[in-house]
T-cell receptor, first 114, second 117 residues
Framework: EAQVTQNPRYLITVTGKKLTVTCSQN?????MSWYRQDPGLGLRQIYY???????DKGDVPEGYKVSRKEKRNFPLILESPSPNQTSLYFC?????????????FGPGTRLTVL | AQSVAQPEDQVNVAEGNPLTVKCTYS??????LFWYVQYPNRGLQFLLK??????LVKGSYGFEAEFNKSQTSFHLKKPSALVSDSALYFC???????????????FGSGTRLSIRP
């Protein structure tokens, strides 16, 4: 089954404790992206990647890091999480990142930073 | 700057009645427009998109949307609502300007659709 998977689905952590949220897709997509979803704000893009070793900032990159060492994986790293990073996070992928591409979303990771 | 507005946080409709979820946009030139749906505890799923051609776009689950250039709108519609349509709906836009960021997509804030039996 074609899908985007994220782990963990739920995470409660404390301020300053480094964490990684994994994202993997099995569709051989070139483009991958991370979003955060907050009430009343919709989805805001954190980082995106057009291909292996090619990443770029989205609208809200502060406090996050990403890497794209393999085509299928795009982990999101929070080096020193803070309470304002409490949110629902989605990973997405699309075939090429072209403007008409449909994005495929993972099931989401709900992060709480205490 | 690109922007998308979904003016209604919530839309309530009785089952069997027609539904409309509103979306307006601001972007340079003609946009590419998308609707996604989010069911509880799930990621977003693609519903439909407008690229070019016929202004009326048909998508999944009986939904359709009409691109209106003069009103800069892309409202989502369905002739007869089902209880199972209850979900969170997002409108999204991308511009066609080659020189701009190739991968920026702007999402609206979402509209919660509630269909009562």
């Amino acid at each position: 089954e074609a899908q985007v998977t994220q782990n963990p689905r739920y995470l409660i952590t404390v301020t300053g404790k480094k964490l990684t949220v994994t994202c993997s897709q099995n569709m051989n997509h070139e483009y991958m992206s991370w979003y955060r979803q907050d009430p009343g704000l919709g989805l805001r893009q954190i980082y995106y990647s057009m291909n292996v070793e090619v990443t770029d900032k989205g609208d809200v990159p502060e406090g996050y890091k990403v890497s794209r060492k393999e085509k299928r994986n795009f982990p999101l790293i929070l080096e020193s999480p803070s309470p304002n990073q409490t949110s629902l996070y989605f990973c997405a992928s699309s075939l090429t990142g072209g403007r008409t591409d449909t994005q495929y979303f993972g099931p989401g990771t709900r992060l709480t930073v205490l | 700057a690109q922007s998308v507005a979904q003016p209604e946080d919530q839309v309530n409709v009785a089952e069997g009645n027609p539904l409309t979820v509103k979306c307006t946009y601001s972007v340079s030139g003609n946009p590419y427009l998308f609707w996604y749906v989010q069911y509880p505890n799930r990621g977003l799923q693609f519903l439909l998109k407008y690229i070019t051609g016929d202004n009326l776009v048909k998508g999944s689950y009986g939904f359709e949307a009409e691109f209106n250039k003069s009103q800069t709108s892309f409202h989502l519609k369905k002739p007869s609502a089902l209880v199972s349509d209850s979900a969170l709906y997002f409108c999204a836009v991308r511009d066609r300007i080659i020189s701009s960021s190739a991968s920026k997509i702007i999402f609206g804030s979402g509209t919660r659709l509630s269909i009562r039996p």
